[in-house]
């Protein structure tokens, strides 16, 4: 069956724009989840969504990340005025249910480069 | 906040040799992944150990969670090129995961 998608795959995009980037979990798994791996580094969390509870934005770096799923299923990352400093891959994971001993289903990524 | 050390951080050997990496935390997790990361694709899930002192064997990897819960190790029997990757611990508490920073493997021929 399909896994995760995500695109774009790549996005170089200029200091100050904003990006959207998007996510196509697994269908029929409620949790969703937004990380963000520099290179050859471990997964920063950033965003938790589980069906149709408040989600958990712990993770965000600051408010210029916001996130939204609608309909339960594809999911937008959101940065405005990019910065330099967000270059990185965004990874998507969807999973069954919450964590524990759900395995998280990874997507590809999206690499973002800000110039 | 919690955080996971792995070590080492890159690891270089030959085909044939064996090798293990750690992951070691302060805090207690309810439950331990491993997840093994190639280049331009997100993590795959190897294993999840849950019980403290618990043993999972994979062919030729050997996971072991610490009894205390707050450690972890991944060991390779007779490597292989093809184990080559990024291999990630992350620890359980509610809803998230907790990534180490991962061991970059590489497994010369």
């Known amino acids: 069956g399909a896994g995760v998608s995500q695109s774009p795959s790549n996005k170089v995009t200029e200091k100050g724009k904003d990006v959207e980037l998007r996510c196509d979990p697994i269908?029929?798994?409620?949790?969703l989840y937004w990380y963000r791996q520099s290179l050859g580094q471990g997964l920063e969390f950033l965003i938790y969504f589980q069906g149709n509870s408040a989600p958990d934005k712990s993770g965000l770096p600051s408010d210029r990340f916001s996130a939204e799923r609608t309909g339960g299923s594809v999911s937008t990352l959101t940065i405005q005025r990019t910065q330099q400093e967000d270059s990185a891959v965004y990874l998507c994971?969807?999973?069954?249910?919450?964590?524990?001993?759900?395995?998280?289903?990874f997507g590809p990524g999206t690499r973002l480069t800000v110039t | 906040t919690q955080l996971l050390e792995q070590s080492p951080q890159f690891l270089s050997i030959q085909e044939g040799e064996n090798l293990t990496v750690y992951c070691n935390s302060s805090?207690?997790?309810?439950?331990l992944q491993w997840y093994r990361q190639e280049p331009g694709e997100g993590p795959v899930l190897l294993v999840t150990v849950v019980t403290g002192g618990e043993v999972k064997k994979l062919k030729r990897l050997t996971f072991q969670f610490g009894d205390a819960r707050k450690d972890s190790s991944l060991h390779i029997t007779a490597a292989q090129p093809g184990d080559t990757g990024l291999y990630l611990c992350?620890?359980?508490?509610?809803?998230?995961?907790?990534f180490g920073e991962g061991t970059q493997l590489t497994v010369n021929p």
């Open positions: 994971a969807s999973s069954p249910a919450g964590t524990g001993l759900y395995e998280q289903y």
């Open positions: 805090s207690v997790f309810s439950s």
């Open positions: 269908s029929g798994h409620t949790a």
């Open positions: 992350a620890g359980t508490s509610g809803s998230r995961l907790t």
